[in-house]
Nanobody, 126 residues
């Protein structure tokens, strides 16, 4: 079974940094599009960033470009989201997601993710 578990969230001041981790099992990273999604209070899910090693593509939402970076460790089957220069508007529950191939699809719609992990809360204070 495919399982995803996000961790690393917390409370940070504006301008600070956090690194989120998503531990995955049940699939090989090379065969999947994997990414991060967030949901702020009262708002819809928003795609933050996604990647596909096999397809050689990485996407970032405009709101996080230059501040966030996505990476993966295939040996550990772990996906990371390095977040820097955090802003209060980054406050949300962050989820990791996966889908067999189709990184372009998930970059356009979070509903395209087939598997979701439990979220981790990120709170940025002003």
């Amino acid at each position: 079974d495919v399982q995803l578990q996000a961790s690393g969230g917390g409370l940070v001041e504006a301008g600070g940094s956090l690194r989120l981790s998503c531990t995955a099992s049940g699939f090989a990273f090379d065969d999947y599009a994997i990414g991060w999604i967030r949901q702020a209070p009262g708002k819809d899910h928003q795609g933050v960033s996604c990647m596909s090693s096999r397809e050689g593509s990485t996407y970032f939402d405009e709101s996080v470009k230059g501040r966030f970076n996505i990476s993966s460790d295939k040996v550990k089957n772990t996906l990371y989201l390095e977040m820097s220069n955090l802003k209060p508007e980054d406050t949300a529950v962050y989820y990791c997601g996966a889908r067999p191939f189709g990184v372009t699809v998930v970059s356009r719609s979070t509903s395209a993710y087939k598997y979701w992990g439990q979220g981790t809360q990120v709170t940025v204070s002003s």
